[in-house]
């Protein structure tokens, strides 16, 4: 049975079932999805389909907008010569913003019509514009951002270790990390920058033989100069990613072990918030008007949210045709939230129009989508009623193992985008 999946979709079905550095509880959201999805695959190995699709059926409810699962359901309903149900499977694939190459999958060009054309030509179509607020030459890989809207801008360079300022009058580096370490988060509170450090291969002088902990630095913004640093003590072998400057707390991800930490109070010593388990990679993070609710991106599984009172965790689904899979940053605006997709093609900027609670997005409008103006687009930070973030990172500078390939590449863009109340 397994000749009926064409490799491409045996890709996306097996993608998330790659061994992971952290382990995932099978009793999460995650892990009976991946369980169920599994199932669903050794079945159609068997030529089980009924079997199944009542895995996958009940896969999909538990992850809407994954892109393997109705796929595989309209491949094992054409199988069946069920094609009303097939076209249906890939109407709802292709509604949440996923694209397909009929070259590569020609089965489906026995279902496909007017109507299937027309969804996959809208998601191809540019929305949206964005204006050029500046550009970094050199290869930097530029991640992180901090803004003082008409004053200064922070970026950080990946690849150069440094944090880098932005003015009117040029570039000045505020402060360059030991050899291979690298700054993936980035918030400016106060005067004071904060800055998630990671020991990264992709930065200049790594040296996998002498490993260097993560740390929250603390650092001036005027002059570089060092406040303090926090680490983790009892995990060594943390990776931290991005970092939100909470009202009251500061929060960061590990993606190392798929966690949440919290530094209470700024202080010094790092707590737990969301423990291994329940995400894959972290990513976004976004508080609350009031600091009650914390709102975590899963890339793999999607929009989480945290009662900062009781600690209680809620995933979110997506509305019928949204997609809240591959979002990599998170800001507050007002009570929506902007959100940057690197994890469709094309690249998206979105706003989530949530519910006065946080408990439910309503609906899911496409603010950016363009392959010409957004290149792997990775952090964003809201400032009054603009969307300031990294358009083009340099992340596609690299090759599938990690090498540059050009050591000129284009300049690294970082954009602009009026917000509406």
Do not use: C
Not at 214 to 234: M, T, Y
């Amino acid at each position: 049975m397994k000749h009926l999946i064409h490799a491409s979709l045996w890709a996306l079905a097996l993608a998330a079932t790659s061994v992971q550095a952290q382990a995932v509880d099978p009793a999460s959201d995650l892990g009976q999805f991946r369980s169920l999805r599994g199932d669903g695959m050794t079945a159609l190995d068997k030529g089980d389909t009924a079997t199944a699709l009542e895995d996958f059926d009940k896969a999909q409810a538990i992850l809407p907008d994954s892109p393997s699962i109705p796929l595989l359901r309209a491949q094992i309903f054409l199988k069946q010569k069920r094609n009303a149900e097939a076209k249906a499977a890939l109407l709802d694939y292709l509604k949440r913003g996923n694209l397909l190459d009929l070259t590569q999958n020609t089965e489906f060009n026995a279902i496909w019509d007017g109507d299937l054309e027309n969804q996959l030509q809208a998601n191809q179509t540019p929305i949206g514009d964005m204006e050029g607020l500046t550009a970094l030459k050199g290869f930097n890989i530029v991640e992180g951002l901090a803004y003082v809207p008409d004053q200064q801008l922070y970026l950080t360079s990946i690849h150069d270790g440094k944090v880098i300022a932005m003015s009117p009058e040029g570039a000045r580096d505020v402060i360059n990390f030991r050899p291979g370490v690298a700054a993936y988060g980035l918030g400016l509170r106060e005067g004071t920058l904060y800055a998630a450090t990671v020991h990264s291969r992709l930065t200049t002088g790594y040296d996998a033989a002498k490993p260097i902990n993560s740390k929250i630095v603390a650092f001036s913004a005027a002059d570089g100069k060092v406040l303090r640093a926090v680490s983790d003590p009892a995990k060594k072998d943390r990776e931290f990613g991005h970092l939100l400057l909470g009202r009251d707390d500061l929060y960061v991800t590990d993606t190392a072990h798929g966690e949440v930490l919290r530094l209470t109070g700024y202080g010094d010593t790092l707590e737990t918030l969301i423990p291994e388990g329940y995400m894959d990679s972290p990513q976004g993070l976004a508080e609350n008007a009031d600091a009650t609710a914390l709102m975590v991106t899963d890339f793999t599984s999607g929009l989480y949210r945290v009662d900062l009172t009781t600690g209680a965790m809620a995933r979110l689904l997506p509305p019928a045709d949204g997609n809240l899979l591959g979002i990599t940053s998170l800001s507050r605006y007002g009570n929506d939230l902007i959100a940057v997709q690197n994890g469709l093609k094309p690249n998206r900027i979105l706003r989530l129009h949530m519910s006065a609670d946080w408990n439910q997005v309503d609906s899911v409008e496409i603010l950016l989508r363009s392959p010409k103006l957004l290149s792997q687009p990775t952090q964003g930070t809201v400032a009054g009623d603009e969307f300031v973030f990294v358009a083009d990172s340099q992340w596609s500078n690299l090759d599938d193992q990690g090498n540059a390939k050009s050591d000129a590449p284009a300049p690294a863009m970082i954009g602009v985008i009026k917000l509406k109340p």
